[in-house]
């Protein structure tokens, strides 16, 4: 027997891959609460390029530009954090 188990080897390259999923997803977690805390200490204000429609009992809220700022910074943080793994 030379010592070496490939079971084994698998089982700590899925662990090491778990622990980094965790650890990009506690970090994705730590921005939105980051990105939740701003946004609360604004105000709810909108963005430049949201929408609001009222009406007398009736009000639309179509955060475009919100959508705009939130789509590109998940797509740069994905792109980076999937970038580490290959």
Do not use: E, Q, Y
Not at 44 to 51: E, K, T
């Amino acid at each position: 027997m030379t010592g070496h188990c490939l079971v084994g080897d698998i089982v700590d390259r899925m662990l090491i891959w778990l622990g980094l999923t965790l650890a990009h997803l506690g970090l994705l977690l730590a921005a939105a609460g980051l990105l939740l805390g701003w946004a609360g200490a604004r105000g709810g204000r909108l963005l430049p390029g949201d929408i609001v429609i009222s009406r007398p009992g009736f009000t639309l809220f179509l955060p475009v530009a919100t959508s705009l700022v939130i789509s590109l910074l998940l797509t740069l943080l994905l792109s980076l954090v999937l970038g580490w793994r290959r």
